[in-house]
């Protein structure tokens, strides 16, 4: 079998010799997803069995639907650790750049030594970068180096690595999913993966209220801009109301832009100091909506970007609108060209 | 690489040899779905590659959202079969049963040659059957076999098997998605399958009246037999008041198996002649919701099945909810043991 990634061999080993005997930090991102805590298990479990020390690092706690997939791996806080871990050796993972990680800490593992990523903006921060952005998932490199270098990978590091493949691909059907995607799913279940645990974990165990927190999304849904936008509102109180909380919010968006003809959906959520969570999501790069998303103070990448403001949502949609207007007028005027 | 199903090798020379020199029809099952047209269209692509004349023939039109896997193909209705169409050679495809393509087709091709299939209760109806009950969809068995036997994909088969993989493992999470369907997505793919395209055709494409049928039929759901159950309901006259078609209703039962603590999810859909139609998914296949069915005249699978009854929703569910408990209460018993 060929290699996955041939261009990383050399990288990887410098990486593995750059630890040195330290113990090793496996940083992920703030607010972390399925790719981020899947590479910071897998990543850990990968160095544990070469013989290396490593802990897992983040500034968000794991969320619960995730948490099938640490295999009762212990997630080190900030606030947690010690001062000498200012020495520890850090790799970044799923991290487009060294703040995604949280301000402390980036001030904390001020020089990485590794960062792993598939985001298009990286611009590699570290001393050895494996940055791939026609990759889908983060997951997918590493599983990628490990099969490449023969490390074994035991059935923790399989289903983790699978689900930040399964996720990041949106159950792989993004444009980004690959034959190498389900070669290295089918590797990895080969190695330990479950798909139906997976599945089952993060698709099978809504909660009643996630589900009215749904019902009462698709009857907010409304088109604007000549249908070509579908925004979805939750109110102050639903949280209460359902007995959910801002976690059970994840995917509800999807719905909006899953309309044909709307080429971007958007989720309100009214906050209960009166302003806004907005997050939006386009069908096609082109629309930029992390562009939008910088005019309220907010950013992203061009599919998905999110903005808080702190005007009540009344003033705030007929800003957004505009600028979802101007923005598709702007890519309209584009493709005419 | 070694074969995906050998044990299908000598039926397949068998069946292909029986064809002898007639035109083939591929029939697929009545309300078909996308492992069905996926099934149907992919072999209708092997069968001319190998030099043979295929067409497809069903029951019913190919659903809407389903149509961009088809590469133009044209579906044959039973009205317009001509009368020497009882002269072709008939080879089933997903039909756990010669009925499943309905009775006009039953009639029709009295004498089937060949059975595709994948249904745990499908009995062997034609003279040559290639069913395994281990497989995630009929597409997965084509697949398997056009690569055991060397036979070309074109991009449409390839497209089309890869749809009906994609959709029976309901996105690659429900228990028989196994390695073999990673690897047989990969060799789609690697033949011009676009994980993308059926993406989008798929999911993002939905009709505004589809996110009212959802929000109507979770607004319905109820849980039953001490929470282990959920049924939701769709009215007589929902179809008419959200301008969607019973062809929209696929999916909505996965919600109500969604919930945690859910084994058995049902969608009940009542019909403008008074009968009901239900739904009924399993989030194990111990729970095996296929003798469910069966004790209404209906069938399926271990963890989806459905049936169709002349009674009112009101008379049913009640015996429907008894059944279901008896189930569980067998499942429960046999834990014990």
Redo the contacts between chains.
Sequence with gaps: MAAFYPQFAESWRRLLASIGGRRVAVIGHARPDGDCIGAQVGLAHMLRGLGHEAVCVNGDPVPRRLQFLTGGEAFIRPGDLPETAKEWAAIFVDCADHARAGDRLKAYFSAPIGNVDHHLSNQGYAEHNLVDATSAATCEILAGVALDEGIDLNAIAAQALYTGI?TD???????A???????L??EL??RGAE??V???E???????GK??L??HF??S?R?ECGGRVCLGTLSAGIFEQTGTTAEDTEGLVD?A????GVDIGGLIEQRPDGGVKASLRA?EAAYRVDLVAAEFGGGGHACAAGLNVKTPASDFIGKLLASLARRLAAVDAERRQ
């Design positions: 399964l691909t949106g159950q792989f059907r993004f444009a999913t690959s034959q190498r995607c389900f070669i799913a089918g279940v080969a798909p139906a997976a599945g089952y993060l698709y099978e165990r809504e909660s009643r589900l009215q749904l019902q698709l009857g849904l088109l719905y832009r899953s309309i044909a069908k």
